[in-house]
């Protein structure tokens, strides 16, 4: 099956700096990635959705120059926090998804990145 | 805006006993359906999904789900639970028209006691 990998699975950063996490679907090309958070106990809510080569579309409430996202390839998609704070720690998962028929409405999902910010 | 509704938080069954996990949504249009596992420590698995034809769905680890338009719902299933099934579970909507994006649920925390 598809495989989304997800580097560093933990970082710990101090206040004011600088964070990127990779996502890279491994076996298969990923036109669209999307960038989720999952605080303790509850749901993903999604931040972005990426699609390659153009730029990201955040949901309401998510701070487009806060969390970067760069969608180069069709295999790397990267979310880099920046100036991160304490309230920034959260996982962060991506997942991703083709325009290939048989997988065009399934997403496959990354393992998650745990980001401690102190 | 859509919406998942997962109404049971935390489910606590021994083992053998039968599952049911309530799932509704809010959104009128044609939606992909999906139930995700999320084990202690693991990351998001894809238990089942529905994307049309028949409403019982049946997935992996002897789940099923079934999905009742007129009551906007897609219930997990399963009729004997196993002490590995203990995990967070997760409902999600996709809306078949614009962005690809799922909508979860708040998720259902299932701790099966052997």
Known sequence: GAVVSQHPSRVICKSGTSVKIECRSLDFQATT????????????????????????????GVEKDKFLINHASLTLSTLTVTSAHPEDSSFYICSATTSGTVLMAEQYF??????TVT | ???????????????????????????????????????????????????????????????EAEF???????????????W????????????????????FGSGTRLQVQP
């Open chain 2, 1 to 63: 805006a859509q919406s998942v509704s997962q109404h049971n938080h935390h489910v606590i069954l021994s083992e053998a006993a039968s599952l049911e996990l309530g799932c509704n949504y809010s959104y009128g249009g044609t939606v992909n359906l999906f139930w995700y596992v999320q084990y202690p420590g693991q990351h998001l698995q894809l238990l089942l999904k529905y994307f049309s034809g028949d409403p019982l769905v049946k997935g992996i680890k002897g789940f």
């Open chain 1, 33 to 60: 990635m999307f960038w989720y958070r999952q605080f303790p106990k509850q749901s993903l809510m999604l931040m972005a959705t990426s699609n390659e080569g153009s730029k990201a579309t955040y949901e309401q």
């Open chain 2, 68 to 82: 009742i338009k007129s009551k906007f719902s897609f219930n997990l299933r399963k009729p004997s639970v196993q």
């Open chain 1, 110 to 115: 990354g393992p998650g990145t745990r980001l």
């Open chain 2, 84 to 103: 590995s099934d203990t995990a967070e579970y997760f409902c999600a909507v996709r809306l078949l028209t614009g962005r690809r994006a799922l909508t």
